[in-house]
């Protein structure tokens, strides 16, 4: 055979282990004790209701301490939910809002370019009507002043023709 060492793998291996001893010693301590057989079994069925109603108290607030953190879970991932939800909700507010303010913003910028083009409509319309009444009022004055030369030319010409016959 060969000598190989076990290593414990944890503390809790060790526990059980001392904890399993310590009874199969107390059972032996009290089989091989000087007691009549009556007693013996009196004893050992104290010693077993002590450990059964150790075992009902542990097990009782590993339950307890189990619900408790499962209720304390429970609880904060109600939390976690809510607050995601809350946070997306206020995500989809402030991009709806944004949104809307975005149109406001396009349909004023729209607004106000119409209302420029109309300006600038009017503008030309009138500049145009403008310079068209110049036009008018300078080729009245032009016509009048040929009319008013053609009339003296046409008496020069009279008068040009009454002195040569």
Do not use: C, W
């Not at 032996?28 to 057989?37: V, Y």
């Not at 075992?55 to 879970?73: L, Q, R, S, Y």
């Not at 995601?84 to 995500?91: E, G």
């Not at 046409?154 to 002195?163: A, F, I």
């Amino acid at each position: 055979m060969s000598n190989v060492e076990h290593e414990v793998e944890n503390g809790s291996s060790l526990l059980k282990g001392i904890f399993i001893g310590s009874l199969i010693g107390a059972a032996a301590a009290l089989l091989f004790a000087p007691k009549p057989g009556r007693e013996m079994r009196s004893d050992l069925s104290d010693k077993l209701s002590q450990a059964t109603d150790k075992t009902k108290e542990v097990a009782g607030a590993v339950t307890d301490k189990t619900k408790a953190i499962a209720t304390t879970v429970g609880e904060k991932a109600t939390d976690l939910a809510s607050t995601v939800s809350d946070k997306a909700s206020d995500i989809y507010t402030t991009v709806s809002d944004s949104k809307q303010q975005i149109a406001a913003t396009l349909q004023e910028a729209g607004s106000k370019i119409g209302d420029t083009v109309s300006e600038a409509s009017s503008n030309v319309s009138s500049d145009v009507k403008d310079a068209s009444k110049d036009v008018a009022d300078e080729a009245k004055a032009t016509s009048k002043e040929v009319a008013n030369q053609a009339k003296d030319a046409k008496e020069d010409v009279k008068s040009s023709y009454k002195s040569n016959y």
